[in-house]
């Protein structure tokens, strides 16, 4: 009996060598076939009689073979082969070139509907057909209705796929259990599941299958949707150190610092505060643009803490980890705190008894140190720090007293994690602050990150300038390295940013040094032989790539070559200049990142766009760079232009297209959040459905949303 889990090799006329095929398309499991979704439907479903059919129209007729013949046309080597159909209302010749089998297929008195288009060629008026299908029991499989076209690879056709699925769904969709309820199907006008999977392969008509695409769209974000908010309320039930607010020493911090904070920064530091006064963890993700002040709001959650006899890990990327250090250094050398960072390279420590210095400590005794609480605020990039990864060695960092986790550009750190990280108090989960520099679209916030409380910040700090930004073509570039010729004669420095590569990791690497070595000769050689270029890249060693940081920042050279290395949290106030070749490579998050990379000083900044692509879409977005120095608003034209799919790795999940097009629209996900709230509310275990309970657990696996 086929199931769901019936290797496809053993599903009746695939075998194995068609089975290896399908596994090009990720399809190992009848039920992976099943619901593997058609991209799009071409509309055959208008059969025309043959006597009104015109020239140069794309038809589909259906009538009897009267006539069939096949001859060899030696001047062009082709065999052309022609048959007479014919209908009640006229009669119209078809030909097929360099196709010998169908003539060895076709046999007069067949009945057959066929697709091609009306065309006359000297004096001679013919269809020329694309494809055709014989008539058996009154109906056609692929033609004269409206006909599914799948994501195809060599050997498997969206004909091949259609052919298998027609003698196996209803055999499977039969034992389909019905996975939402029937209050939500009648409320949303849903089709059933069953229904809905027969309809989207094998439509009855084009609304059909759009009300199919519509049940399972309303699913897929369902889903998504009913996991955040799940957890959401799990959360809820966990138990954490409630922080109370110290007024006095936050007020002090405030006070002290070098600068006023923007209203948005203030706003969010004190919703972190409230959410830490709570007896269940804070889960709160803090969003603001490149330079917008997210570390400063974390400091000020980090000093209530220690005031409170809590510790603080900092989790951030590699390259983060030491800006952070720095940051906390500068602005909490006033303060009795002690601050660790632990990175894959150095360890360091800092104390009040250091007399405003660092030192370098071993591992074991940072560990040590911070098993004991006398570190306050650990600062360790997150694959140190996680127990158990490479990076890690298995070694197990333990806190005495740990109160706040902060972790960086969307690690999730999920409840177990932070829960491994306590010596004691294990039943008490530290709160947890993520901030990201990449400001999510409404839509995506609703769902993916459903499960979270946003804090924003929209306003920048004052006196920074606005980055001026340039698309710049192949007949522009020369007037562009004369412009940078001059910025560096007034002592500025420049970033040159070499495309990016799609590969596997290995090949991206070797092609991206490739990039970067190439562009690095060309620059030194023939553009600025005279001054000082050099180079950074995936490849190297995090020495090597360190060094070459540390002499751009004390203006050791005028230009570094880079790859996308230098993507977040590179700090050099000199740089006025990055220049981005192959721009349309790059998505707009990440282009309006790489631009904030320059413009950290008090100097007028430039970004240049280099493109020699004259693609629309290309154009669209290289413009809004240009247009929105804003990276909420690029975060939500890159989403409208280039979809979901590209954002944090969702097109991994294996979610339809049309569904993952459904994730830019906010209004539509708001009310299926609604939905996927009140179920929740009303039965947070889901005890009274099962199957919806099964569904989202299968879904939760797949998504890995942790």
């Given at each position: 009996m086929l199931t769901f889990s019936t290797p496809i090799a053993e599903v009746p006329r695939i075998g194995p060598i068609h089975a290896k095929r399908f596994k090009n398309l990720?399809?190992?499991?009848?039920?992976?076939?099943?619901?593997?979704?058609?991209?799009?439907?071409q509309d055959y479903s208008n059969i025309r009689k043959i006597a009104d059919v015109k020239i140069n129209e794309e038809i589909c007729v259906k009538g009897k073979v009267i006539d069939i013949e096949e001859e060899k046309s030696w001047k062009k080597k082709m065999t052309i082969t022609k048959a007479v159909i014919q209908d009640e209302t006229a009669a119209v010749q078809i030909v097929w070139f360099n196709q010998p089998y169908i003539a060895k297929n076709l046999k007069k008195g067949d009945e057959i509907i066929a697709v091609g288009k009306m065309v006359i060629s000297k004096n001679y008026l013919y269809m020329s057909s694309t494809s055709f299908e014989k008539v058996n029991e009154g109906e056609g499989l692929h033609l004269g209705k409206v006909s599914a076209v799948y994501g195809e690879t060599r050997g498997v056709t969206s004909r091949w796929i259609r052919y298998i699925l027609s003698s196996t769904i209803n055999q499977i969709t039969s034992r389909l259990p019905e996975t939402l309820p029937d209050e939500i199907i009648k409320k949303h006008d849903l089709l059933p599941l069953r229904e809905a999977v027969h309809q989207i392969h094998f439509p009855s008509s084009l609304e059909m299958a759009e009300k199919a695409q519509?049940?399972?769209?309303?699913?897929?974000?369902?889903?998504?949707?009913?996991?955040s908010a799940k957890k959401k309320i799990e959360n809820e039930q966990e138990t954490a150190p409630a922080i109370p607010i110290n007024e006095v020493a936050v007020k002090r911090f405030l006070d002290n610092l070098p600068f006023d904070m923007t209203k948005d920064q203030e706003k969010s530091g004190w919703q972190v505060?409230?959410?830490?006064?709570?007896?269940?963890?804070?889960?709160?993700?803090?969003?603001?643009?490149?330079?917008?002040?997210?570390?400063?709001?974390?400091?000020?959650?980090?000093?209530?803490?220690?005031?409170?006899?809590?510790?603080?890990?900092?989790?951030?990327?590699?390259?983060?980890?030491?800006?952070?250090?720095?940051?906390?250094?500068?602005l909490l050398k006033e303060y009795n705190i002690n601050i660790g960072l632990l990175t894959g390279k150095e360890?360091?420590?800092?104390?009040?008894?250091?007399?405003?210095?660092?030192?370098?400590?071993?591992r074991a005794k940072m560990m040590e140190k911070t098993e004991n609480g006398e570190i306050d605020i650990l600062i360790g990039t997150h694959a140190l720090i996680a127990p158990g990864t490479k990076k890690s060695k298995g070694a197990r960092i333990l806190f005495n007293n740990l109160g706040l986790v902060v972790v960086d550009e969307q690690h999730r750190f999920g409840v177990k994690q932070r829960a491994s990280l306590c010596k004691k108090q294990k039943d008490k989960i530290p709160h947890?602050?993520?901030?990201?520099?990449?400001?999510?679209?409404?839509s995506l916030a609703l769902t993916i990150w459903g499960d979270l409380d946003l804090s924003t910040i929209l306003e920048m700090p004052k006196g920074r300038k606005t980055i001026i930004t340039e698309i710049v073509t192949e007949l522009e570039r020369q007037k562009t390295y004369n412009f940078i010729r001059k910025e560096i004669e007034k002592g500025r420095q420049i970033f040159v940013i070499c495309p990016r590569i799609e590969a596997n990791e290995k090949e991206n690497l070797a092609a991206e040094m490739k990039n970067v070595k190439d562009e690095y000769e060309r620059l030194s050689e023939r553009i600025f032989p005279d001054l000082k270029i050099e180079m950074l890249h995936g490849k190297m060693t995090p020495k090597e790539k360190e060094k070459i940081m540390k002499d751009f920042k004390l203006k050791k050279f005028n230009i570094l070559v880079s790859t996308?290395?230098?993507?977040?949290?590179?700090?050099?106030p000199n740089?006025?200049?990055?220049?981005?070749?192959?721009?349309?490579?790059?998505?707009?998050?990440?282009?309006?990142?790489?631009?904030?990379?320059?413009?950290?000083g008090e100097h007028q900044s430039y970004c240049f766009l280099f493109t020699d692509?004259?693609?629309?879409?290309?154009?669209?977005?290289?413009?809004?760079?240009?247009?929105?120095?804003?990276?909420?608003k690029l975060s939500e034209m890159d989403l409208k232009i280039r979809g979901p799919g590209d954002f944090f790795g969702v097109k991994q999940w294996g979610i339809p297209d049309f569904a993952m097009n459904a994730l830019k629209d906010a209004k539509k996900i708001e009310e299926i959040k609604e939905t996927a709230d009140e179920i929740i509310e009303d039965d947070p275990s889901l005890k009274k459905y099962p199957n919806l309970k099964k569904r989202l657990e299968v879904f939760a696996e797949k998504i890995h949303l942790e």
């Open positions: 990720k399809i190992n499991t009848l039920g992976e076939l099943i619901f593997y979704f058609p991209k799009y439907y519509m049940r399972f769209c309303f699913e897929n974000i369902f889903m998504i949707t009913l996991f505060l409230k959410d830490m006064t709570k007896s269940y963890p804070m889960n709160r993700l803090l969003q603001g643009d490149v330079g917008s002040g997210k570390t400063v709001v974390s400091v000020m959650a980090a000093i209530n803490t220690i005031k409170n006899k809590s510790q603080v890990l900092m989790a951030p990327t590699e390259i983060l980890a030491k800006q952070h250090f720095k940051t906390f250094f500068e360890d360091k420590y800092y104390s009040k008894k250091l007399k405003s210095d660092t030192i370098e400590i071993s947890l602050l993520s901030m990201t520099a990449t400001p999510i679209p409404r996308s290395v230098i993507e977040v949290g590179i700090d050099i740089a006025s200049v990055i220049m981005i070749e192959g721009a349309d490579r790059f998505g707009l998050a990440q282009l309006h990142q790489f631009r904030g990379r320059v413009g950290r692509s004259n693609s629309k879409k290309t154009g669209q977005r290289l413009q809004a760079m240009k247009k929105y120095d804003s990276g909420f």
